[in-house]
């Protein structure tokens, strides 16, 4: 890099989702300069809507690996803010083929010794989760490797999610049930890592949501970031990209030290002039996630999964871009409000409630669920569609933006953080299976990387990109 040591650099984020908002917190707790566009609103996938007259808060709705929330709490200064209350049931109840089955499984439950024996396999490992989750990978670094060793002692040689579940002989029920977490990565079980199988034994019963709802997460991060000085400009989207000058709607230019994108790495791609998505490229899977204000409250509980009845021929569908005969479906029952998130291929389309596939899909769910026609009832209802997720993210809406394969899936693998020496990105699809504590933990990694180059050398304004 080029250029003095400054105390602070002036930094555009592209991108105001949770990634833009916790790495702009960080940034500027460090004395930087940080400036926030966002096209639409602060949020990004996290959206407070009213449906019904009920709020709801669109996107992520289960707190998992708290540890991760604390260690960018930690890094801060800041006391927790969220309380984070567990969810009844954890990670709620799975309507296998071959019955349901409660994860965590409860003491007494018939499958309760095989869930315990798979818990004895994949505790060592459990200590490791936040350290891997939020340290550059490096085998440099102590702290990795202790966690990698951890994680390939549990693996052995199982690359992937459905290798490593067939070689464990669980019963089939809770072989199938396990598998449904492959989809935190976005990924069918055949092709997701390993890591993924291990997901509900690490989780456990340590399922949250802060008290006052998810949207208490955007305000914390709203408020950590105008608080440090971050300027949130919402409505204002990147329209054009250049070393570290960029272009907004309207004609304005920018130029800064640093330019850091939380978008979807395929977004960002097509701003900087060189689009590499195609029809054909592997991409995470997308969704239709339905908001339904109920006139009565649905005996349910918290969480339900509806797994679809056969993963092979789920995956073929989802690979090829078609409508799976039965898909992956979460339920969230809380009071009157009615989430039913359906899993769909990442091929932007507007799958809307009267999508004939859709209210298949729907029926099924009611019909699992012993609620048929329930949907029919509700008062309101609100759905977010491939297309609605294509708008601001991976233009297929894949939620976790491009698959890849694998080897080079899950945190083992340097993601590609920093692409010129003036220009680093963040975010899910940068941080493979990113939910929320890959988001916060990838937006440490790259605050540790960004702080360690700065020792070394600084770019400055106007200097090689
Ligand atoms: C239905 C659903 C359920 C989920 N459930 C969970 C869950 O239970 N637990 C969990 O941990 N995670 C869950 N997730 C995943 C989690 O919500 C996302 O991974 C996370 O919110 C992504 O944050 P992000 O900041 O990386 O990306 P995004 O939220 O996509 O943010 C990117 C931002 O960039 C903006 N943008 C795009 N282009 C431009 C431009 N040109 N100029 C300016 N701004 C631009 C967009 O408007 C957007 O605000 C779920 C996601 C969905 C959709």
């Not at 940034?27 to 602060?42: C, F, M, N, Q, S």
């Not at 997460?217 to 000085?229: F, K, S």
């Not at 000058?245 to 701003?271: F, I, K």
């Not at 953080?417 to 220009?423: A, D, I, S, V």
Request: aromatic residues 6%; charged residues 15%; contains cysteine.
């Amino acid at each position: 890099m080029d250029g003095p040591l400054n105390s602070g650099l002036d930094i555009g984020m592209l991108g105001g989702g949770l990634a833009g908002l916790a790495l702009a917190s960080l940034l500027a707790g460090r004395g930087h300069r940080v400036t926030i566009y966002e096209r639409d609103r602060a949020g990004g996938k996290l959206r407070r809507e009213r449906v019904g007259g009920l709020a709801f808060d669109t996107g992520p709705s289960l707190f998992t690996f708290p540890g991760v929330w604390q260690a960018f709490l930690r890094r801060l200064g800041e006391a927790d803010p969220l309380a984070l209350q567990p969810l009844p049931g954890g990670l709620g109840i799975h309507h296998t083929p071959f019955g349901a089955v409660p994860l965590p499984v409860p003491p007494g439950h018939p499958l309760s010794a095989a869930w315990e024996g798979y818990r004895a396999k994949v505790g060592p490992l459990a200590p490791h989760i936040v350290p891997l989750l939020t340290t550059p990978p490096r085998l440099t670094d102590p702290v990795f490797l202790r966690a990698s060793r951890a994680l390939f002692r549990v693996v052995g040689p199982h690359p992937t999610a459905e290798g490593w579940i067939r070689a464990q002989k669980l019963p089939p029920a809770l072989a199938h049930a396990i598998r449904t977490h492959a989809l935190n990565a976005g990924l069918s079980p055949a092709d997701a890592p390993a890591l993924y199988a291990l997901i509900p034994a690490l989780v456990g019963a340590e399922v949250y949501r802060p008290v006052a709802g998810m949207g208490a997460l955007l305000d914390t991060l709203i408020e950590y970031a105008t608080a440090r000085g971050v300027q949130l400009r919402e409505g204002a989207e990147v329209t054009g990209l250049k070393g570290a000058t960029l272009t907004l709607n309207g004609g304005e230019v920018a130029q800064y030290d640093l330019l850091v994108s939380a978008l979807d790495p395929h977004r960002l791609a097509t701003l900087r002039g060189s689009p590499i998505v195609s029809l054909r490229s592997k991409r995470t899977v997308s969704g239709v996630a339905i908001y339904a204000a109920l006139p009565e409250a649905a005996p349910l509980p918290a969480t339900s999964v509806i797994p679809p009845s056969d993963f092979q021929t789920f995956r073929a569908a989802i690979r090829a871009g078609a409508l799976p005969p039965d898909t992956l479906a979460l339920v969230h029952a809380d009071g009157r409000k009615l989430a039913v998130l359906l899993t769909a291929p990442a091929t932007a389309c507007p799958l809307g409630l009267d999508h004939p596939w859709v209210r298949a899909q729907v029926a099924r769910v009611e019909r699992t669920l012993g609620m048929p026609g329930r949907l029919a009832s509700a008062d309101d209802v609100l759905a977010l569609t491939p297309a609605h997720y294509a708008a601001g993210g991976h233009p297929g809406g894949a939620i976790y933006g491009a698959a890849l394969p694998f080897w080079r899936g899950g945190p083992l693998h340097p993601q590609p953080h920093r692409l010129t020496t003036r220009l680093w990105q963040v975010g899910t699809g940068v941080h493979p299976g990113g939910g929320i504590p890959a988001i916060l933990g990838g937006a440490m990694m790259v605050d540790t990387l960004l702080a360690e180059a700065q020792k070394k050398a600084l770019p400055v304004k106007g200097g090689p990109g």
